[in-house]
């Protein structure tokens, strides 16, 4: 990935990343054990090489993916099979538990519902192009504020219909997802509730810089992602695949007291209590990206995921202030 990309990448490949982690919660400094949720929005400007982080994340969903196809191919031959059958035949029986967890954008709510049931306690994962396909996924105008926020504390979510065939379930709320949108459309997005709700402080940001002085005469220059790359990250995925129970480290909590007092610091230094409140979940997102890497390093707690683990919460605080500082200091004067 070129240089400038690389930031955008190595924060978005943590919701594909915790995908693959079922049956696994990490122990906060609360002393409370989280089942871990990985929102990640790329905000940059169009045409800034968003699409830097698409093959990585494609590659690390690769083994779901294949288990999401055959179980999909499963699902299209009963419906052909209903299509073909007279008004008066039994009908076939749906297939149970097809666990697809990678949806399209398009998906329903109600279709979304099921998938969720169906997972059986595994994460579902999209991956949308523009912040208003989160809109359609909740299903309701205004939807998508409740659905982040369900997403992040993993509560109940569901739907109760009084139709026959109508879907009704509840289960636990496991999504997660990337999107990537542009500076304006995420000012747009996130109203000024939003910003104060806990809405927009549950996702983690990212961005791809752009120089004011640069047009864009290079073409960014790529490396390939070949068999050898695929190999190296084998491992790491089966880990996370294979990880069960409450992970505990010692050391990444105190990181997580540690980070938290600095950067409450910060927040009294700018007089501003509303990145107060972002630092508080911003360093327990950055306590989770430190726990998978932990896990996915065989329950070592190492200096590189300490470093990385504190980059990660800067860098989300500094592109939210970046691009919402005016309306940070609005919210913040209105408190």
Sequence with gaps: TPERMQAAVAMAVFPSLGVHLCGVTFKYADNKAYDPAFMSLLIAPQASGKSAVDMPIELIMA???EVDQRNRGMENEWREKVANMGSNKEKPRRPQNLCIQQLSPNTTNAAFVKRLKEAGGRTLYVKI???EQLRGLAGISGG???LIKITYDRTLYGQERVGIDSVNEQAILRLNWNASTTPVMAQDFFSHNALVDGTLSRITCCTIPVDEDDWGEEIPTFGTYDDAFT??????????NSARGVYTCPESIEWA????RLMIQHAKELNNKVMADYARRAVRSGFYRAMLLYVVGGCEWTSEIESFA?????YDLWVKWNVYEAQFAKANDQR
């Design 310 to 314: 504190t980059w990660s919460v800067e």
């Design 257 to 260: 007291r540690t980070m938290q």
């Design 63 to 65: 083994d779901i993916l």
């Design 144 to 146: 998508e504020n409740e």
């Design 129 to 131: 192009n523009e912040l």
């Design 231 to 240: 190999q190296q990250l084998s491992p790491f995925v089966e880990t996370l």
